[in-house]
T-cell receptor, first 110, second 113 residues
Framework: KNQVEQSPQSLIILEGKNCTLQ??????????LRWYKQDTGRGPVSLTI?????NTKSNGRYTATLDADTKQSSLHITASQLSDSASYIC?????????FGGGTRLMVKP | DAGVTQSPTHLIKTRGQQVTLRCSPK?????VSWYQQALGQGPQFIFQ???????QRGNFPDRFSGHQFPNYSSELNVNALLLGDSALYLC????????????FGPGTRLTVT
């Protein structure tokens, strides 16, 4: 069964600071690894997509890493902005189905 | 391109009633997936439709059913509503050209009283 665990559950940082969010999987194999940003009450928006063979992918201030051996992924946010306040979720993908963890709720304070 | 659209935005129903939610996929996408997201939780996969057939289903009871139309739009139906069905219902579309990436709509907020 695909399981996704995310940490921390919530995080508060000051504007301009960096932070790192973690995602652990208990699934094998998986095809792609994705990170999504979800504003409250809205649908998730894709931030990065990595294939199994990639170990890092950047999208502006967002950098995702993947350790396929340990099935761990991280999302590093650089120079945080108030608009980064949201939930961040990292589903595992198996076949046609995405399995999501509970997400990390990030709050950026001025 | 309007992206994935869902209707209605919000909905309030009473226990025992039935509800239908609608989704129009992004232009060029032929696959529609539905997810249920309870408050403070990650989305949970309900089912996926492709070529008007249910291709894969998550761990949801038969009260949850769906349909896909020839124009690829989709409906999610929930019968005999329970209080626990209150959630944000998300629709996501994808296609061969997206490499499987799913694009999510804004969701329908269902409240069951």
């Amino acid at each position: 069964k695909n399981q996704v665990e995310q940490s921390p559950q919530s995080l508060i940082i000051l504007e301009g600071k960096n932070c790192t969010l973690q995602c652990n999987y208990t699934v094998s194999p998986f095809s792609n690894l994705r990170w999504y940003k979800q504003d409250t009450g809205r649908g998730p928006v894709s931030l990065t997509i990595m294939t199994f063979s990639e170990n890092t992918k950047s999208n502006g201030r967002y950098t995702a890493t993947l350790d396929a051996d340990t099935k761990q992924s991280s999302l590093h946010i650089t120079a945080s902005q108030l608009s980064d306040s949201a939930s961040y979720i990292c589903p595992s993908e198996s076949g046609n189905m995405l399995t999501f963890g509970g997400g990390t709720r990030l709050m950026v304070k001025p | 391109d309007a992206g994935v659209t869902q209707s209605p935005t919000h909905l309030i129903k009473t226990r025992g009633q039935q509800v239908t939610l609608r989704c129009s996929p992004k232009s060029g996408h032929d696959t529609v997936s539905w997810y249920q997201q309870a408050l403070g939780q990650g989305p949970q996969f309900i089912f996926q439709y492709y070529e008007e057939e249910e291709r894969q289903r998550g761990n949801f009871p038969d009260r949850f059913s769906g349909h896909q139309f020839p124009n690829y739009s989709s409906e999610l139906n929930v019968n005999a509503l329970l209080l626990g069905d209150s959630a944000l219902y998300l629709c996501a579309s994808s296609g061969d050209q997206t490499g499987g990436e799913q694009y999510f709509g804004p969701g329908t907020r269902l409240t069951v009283t």
